[in-house]
């Protein structure tokens, strides 16, 4: 079996990748970029430097594909917000394209996409967030993946394209980038190692799902072979860290205190928000297994090496 990873060079990419090809698929990767350093994906079959949504520029590339993994996004809610014809142009028309594309060949692979559990939702009416939780997101990043999702749906019901939506809590792990912005764990992590304040808005209660990347690479061979009714399945641990819970376990890793820059609540944060995973646990078969402090102490190790 076959398993093509758009947006393979990233960070949930490689992650995904890794365990697509533990479970024995040969997996193959296409991004703008390529994985860097070369050899720091053993796993790959290849990879190819391509448009993700240009199913010309990688199918025969890649010699087809069993499962199609569609990470490819060009944006992050600040910045989708700050630009919403850009997030709307490259990622919703983006997917068309590829399921044009896909069309056109008249092929039929499995198509996998990583929505947001955190932002198809908006605010919560009730917590933990099950699938059936109504989806008012209040951010442009959540609307074009909510549209993704209904026409992926459409392609399904249409041309029999089989399709399974991931909506993922807030992955965290080895190989996220500390200078994004966006990865609290990471970007705490690794301020905190270089001895910088840590920026907090509000009083730090503010409540998130946090899922080791390494989990969610599990998550998507499970939905590669899953045969049930249902389509959307929410991906994460299924229980809240604070912000302070992060900067507390940071301390205890640490061995010493961290210095904190405090700032005024942003609005737009709802207090709490945490997924429902029962769904995907009955399903699925699937059940988180990184502990949050041990992926908390992975993650810090890995970002040592990073300056």
């Given at each position: 079996?076959r398993c ?25 990767s ?6 860097t350093?070369?050899?720091?994906t ?22 087809g ?17 700050a ?9 919703l ?12 060949r008249?092929?039929?692979p ?5 929505s947001?559990?955190?932002a198809?939702?908006?605010k ?13 997101p ?8 909510l549209?993704i999702?209904?026409h ?20 965290y792990g080895?190989?996220?980038?500390p ?10 992590a690794h ?19 946090f899922i ?16 049930g009714k ?6 994460g641990?299924g229980?809240?860290?604070s912000?302070?819970?992060i ?9 010493r205190a ?10 737009f944060d ?9 769904r995907a646990q ?11 402090d ?9 970002l040592?090496?990073?300056?």
């Open positions: 079996m093509v990873v758009l947006g393979g060079a990233g960070f949930l990419g490689r992650h995904i990748g890794c365990a697509m090809a533990a479970a024995g698929y040969c997996v193959w296409v991004d703008v970029s390529l994985a350093p070369v050899g720091s053993p796993w790959l079959a290849g990879q190819v430097q391509a448009d993700c949504f240009d199913v010309g520029a990688w199918w025969d590339r890649c010699g594909a069993d499962v199609v993994v569609h990470l490819a996004s060009s944006t992050v809610p600040a910045t989708a917000n630009d919403p014809v850009a997030d709307a142009e490259v990622n028309l983006g997917t068309l394209r590829l399921l044009q594309g896909l069309r056109a008249k092929v039929h499995r198509l996998l996409f990583a947001s559990g955190g198809v939702y908006g919560p009416q009730s917590v933990p967030l099950a699938e059936d939780h109504p989806t008012l209040i951010g442009a990043y959540g609307v074009t993946k549209a999702e209904h992926l749906c459409i392609e399904e019901a249409s041309q029999g394209l089989p399709c399974r939506i991931l909506r993922l809590s807030n992955p080895e190989w996220q980038r200078h994004a912005i966006q990865g609290v764990i990471a970007v705490f301020r905190a190692l270089h001895g910088l304040p840590l920026d907090v808005w509000g009083d730090g209660s503010v409540v998130r799902d080791h990347a390494a989990d969610v690479g599990t998550a998507f061979v499970a939905a590669a072979e899953h045969e249902n389509r959307v399945f929410n991906i641990d229980q809240g860290h912000v302070n819970d900067i507390a376990t940071l301390e205890r890793l640490l061995g961290i210095e904190r820059r405090v700032f005024a609540p942003r609005p709802p207090p709490v928000n945490v997924l429902d995973i029962r009955t399903e699925l078969h699937w059940q988180p297994a990184v502990a949050f041990d992926g908390v102490a992975s993650a810090l190790q890995w040592r090496s990073v300056p």
